[in-house]
Every structure is written in C-alpha cells, then in structure tokens.
C-alpha cells in the first residue's frame, strides 16, 4: 500500500514530535448523546447533564430544532458544574 506524500509527512512530524517529547498521552472522556426525547425540556437536559463528570467533550445529535442559543448556554452551564 503506498501512501500519499502528504501522509508520510504528516506522521513523519507526529513521529519526530512524539521522539522529542511534545506529545504526551492523557485520558480524554467524549460523550456522544441523542438528546431527541420527546420534548424534554431545557432545564431536564441540563440536569442530566450535570450527572456525566469529567467529560470533556460533547457530541449532542438530535437536537431539537426549536433549541436556541440560550438552551446550548445552559447546557454548558450544567456541563461546567460537574
């Protein structure tokens, strides 16, 4: 299989960073949710959003299409108090 010169660049530098030392591993908690539920409101997502800790990021899908910015700022209200 040969791989686009693009590519090998591409892990040639991820190689030569990770040999010098700038990459380090650490955890990192994703949470991918259907939030569509039949119309829960704003303040029940939130809430259960505040029951997930330390995750840190959020794929919400379904999102109501009626859902505005003031329902995202609350959501990551709530994702910011965990």
Known sequence: MKLSSTLQRF????????????????????????????????AAIAQRVRLFQDVEIWELSEVP????????????SAASDC
Do not use: K, P
Request: glycine share 10%; with cysteine.
């Open 65 to 76: 299409s009626d859902a505005h910015f003031s329902s995202a700022r609350l959501w990551a």
């Open 11 to 42: 892990i040639s530098v991820i190689y030569l960073a990770e040999m010098c030392g700038y990459i380090h591993a650490q955890r990192l908690t994703v949470l991918g949710w259907n939030i569509e539920s039949g119309g829960a409101t704003d």
